[in-house]
């Protein structure tokens, strides 16, 4: 038998595997739940020995524990690092549920339970198609190494510090990630992009102390009133950036690129409706998809200054801050983007204010070129699997653990998502869609076989 | 003897009146000192009928009491509305106090209490003018009516209906107010105009709901960016404001008024020290003088959006505001300017965000010709009482009910100020420089003298 007809067979029990590993409520930000993430890393440790992995340990960290599983099997072949997370978002407002959140319930096609999609459906499938390969084959066609976390929904603050200190053990080749969304049920896609951020804070100074403007209004800079014209300054109307030598490392979209992006289905008034505006805005020669995935950004995300309670005040104030943030594309770097913008501020800030910036965060971009042999090696398995092609897609946000593991171990990531976009992630009535969770088995299955076919050096 | 000899000789006896005054803490903001606020009322009554005041009575009105006074002498001759307040500030904080702010002490040249300026010391000399009238000539030379609030340092909220509600007890030919300061101890100074207020409130609304602006940044118009790039156009670099008809109905500065301008004693550096900045700002063909009392100006005083606590969040916030005010010169009409920028801002408003303004607040400009009657009545007082001639000043900050008598009773005022720049006014350690008070008494007894010789009509 081979490893797929394995898989065919044993949906029954995979589907009751998973129904147990969703009842297991592994809230990672809600202190009572402690208990459940510790039962949910020892349940995963369990089933990844029963799928046949050797050394397979719950390691602790200075937060919740990371459940650590490896399986090599020749020298000669890849290491692929597999990594998703075991916990899950908290489940309130509990009354928007239609079936309960930890009790795992079959609706239609898809499976309903916080988690469903996020992140535990999605890494069992991967768990599953290690052990379709013991079962058959007795060992996977390449080495394994699985780290499963329990502080993704918490902002991953331990993982950093655990992959530094353990280098060796995770040393791999290339890494496998299954904690997005493909374009739709028989239309699988391939993320090979990620924005990265850069957010500084700026305050700008005027008077010491607030004043009052009857008395030095039309001879005092109000630094709100600088403020909001230096931000002016930072953008055209059509959203482009005019920060000098921002775009300067921005890769430009290749003809191939925008023609793969154009096969995303886009429904206008639908997007419209989601974003709850009338209009789109931004770069005209750039598509929507475009704009949100490829292409950098600007947003103002806070700005206070002055009186902000209800009524009027006649006060001129001493103080006015913005956060602001800009979505890089490759190779924009966090760090010198941050620079730029802050030389800028300080450059145009009229001599009748101070002007400080803070850079309070950054994640760097990431981007996998879309002729590496695990992205061609994950094509041909989701092509196999789903029975179309998958697009290649960018994607608007961060993840961070991506850039972690190009920094860390020098190792490029496999975003490979068996998701919806309807599986209302982070919200009442979670799901997953059954026909792709199997489907989702069998892209890992074919992913790992066709992997074997390269050397570990060609995925560097 | 004449008036001005019966002051001389009185200087003990009103200054003991004066601290009785100002011993009596009436904090109008407080409710504790209500029975303080009465006391005061009452008190300042039987003053007024010391002085000979045949009509002396405390009215109610839905807040702290009036105290009104009427003496009517002559029909033929004028008749002069002087308003003043007996309520004071609070006068926390207490430890700043050398001396305990209800025992007033003399230190110096200055009695120290609170209220000593503000407003209890400036209207009692008008009171001990009166009385002297009576001691010496019987009867003051002019018409008197009094108009004694006990709100001013709580908005005056229930003056305006009082007035509105007693127009005939009011009706006079010119009004007094000496709740003012002057330029130096040896240098009066005469102020006839008074900026006025337009205060708008500004929502500029993008997304229905906060964004993701990993998923939407780029192609949604951020409400906040848009704000500042609107707020932006409504100035330029050097303060002119760029509302279109903004200026149209600004008078501009004679010649002569300039020249007078240009006599009042300005330290540079004191200015920049007091303001607490490194260097001034605005319109550079006017002096720092002109721009904060005789120019137009426009401040937003208070801005926010989005996330504003402490840390990095990637939002792309749904709503934008700011309050913005602007001071207006006659004869800009605060309605009309809110209008005008009601109107810019909703033209150069992007289509991709929707814009509300509300008007939140507007006060009246106002200007007494320099030629008035009355001005030249008290130029003539205040040469004589303090040995110099007067300058005529403007006034950056409003005093509401100028404009309040100008339209219900359609009378312009003098202000005639006996108080100094450094008089502490709502600060602790308040004070009225004692040969000011006296010079004052003098200042409005020729005044009431000078204003004689004009007939009622040519007032108005």
């Known amino acids: 038998m081979n490893p797929l007809d394995y898989v065919r067979k044993n949906t029954h029990t995979f589907l009751d595997e998973l129904k147990a590993f969703l009842s297991i409520p592994s809230i990672s930000t809600q202190i009572k739940h402690q208990p459940d993430i510790q039962k949910a890393a020892g349940w995963l440790r369990d089933r990844l020995r029963d799928a046949g992995i050797p050394r397979a340990e719950v390691l602790p960290t200075a937060g919740h524990p990371v459940v650590y599983g ?17 916990d899950v978002q908290p489940a309130d ?14 609706v239609g096609d898809d499976i309903v339970a916080r988690g469903a999609s996020d992140d535990k459906g999605q890494l069992f499938a991967h768990v599953k198609a290690l052990q379709a390969f013991k079962a058959t084959d007795g060992a996977p066609p390449v080495n394994i190494k699985c780290i499963f976390e329990g502080e993704e929904e918490v902002g991953s ?14 040393a791999a080749d290339v890494a496998v990630i299954s904690d997005s969304h493909i374009l739709g049920k028989d239309l699988p896609s391939i993320l090979y992009a990620l924005r990265g951020l850069a957010y500084v804070e700026v305050e700008v100074a005027g008077p010491e102390n607030d004043l009052h403007s009857g008395i030095y209004g039309g001879a005092v800079h109000n630094p709100i009133n600088a403020l909001c014209a230096m931000i002016a300054r930072l953008q055209d109307e059509q959203g482009h950036i005019t920060i000098p030598g921002f775009y300067d490392k921005v890769r430009d979209l290749e003809p191939e690129e925008r023609a793969e992006l154009a096969k995303v289905p886009f429904d206008r008034e639908a997007w419209l409706q989601e974003a709850g505006v009338t209009a789109a805005w931004g770069e005209p020669e750039y598509t929507i998809v475009e704009r949100t995935t490829s292409r950098p950004t600007l947003d103002v995300n806070g700005i206070w200054g002055g009186y902000i309670e209800p009524g009027a005040k006649t006060v001129l104030p001493g103080r006015a801050y913005a956060k602001i943030s800009m979505r890089l594309v490759p190779d924009q770097d ?15 800030a009229p001599p009748t204010v101070r002007v400080a910036v803070r850079n309070l965060h950054g994640g760097k971009t990431a981007m996998v070129p879309r002729d590496h042999p695990a992205l061609k090696a994950a094509f041909r398995a989701y092509t196999e699997a789903f029975g179309n092609e998958p697009v290649f897609m960018r994607e608007g946000g961060s993840i961070p653990v991506v850039a972690s593991l190009q920094t860390h171990l020098g ?26 969770f199997f489907r989702g088995i069998e892209t890992a299955v074919r992913f790992y076989q066709y992997l074997s076919d390269y050397t570990p050096e060609s995925l560097h």
Do not use: C, Q
């Open 334 to 348: 966090p760090k010198e983007v941050a620079r730029l913008v802050s030389d800028y501020l300080k450059a145009i």
């Open 157 to 170: 603050m331990h993982l950093d510090p655990f992959i530094m200190a353990h280098k060796d053990l995770l």
């Open 93 to 106: 407002p509990f009354n928007l549920w239609r079936t309960p959140p930890f009790l795992p319930t079959i």
């Open 411 to 436: 190792i490029e990531t496999v975003l490979m998502g068996f998701g919806l976009p309807d599986d209302n992630l982070h919200a009442p009535n979670e799901k997953l869609h059954l026909p792709n």
């Open 70 to 86: 490896e399986w090599l099997v020749d020298s000669t072949k890849p290491t692929v690092l597999l990594y998703g997370h075991y």
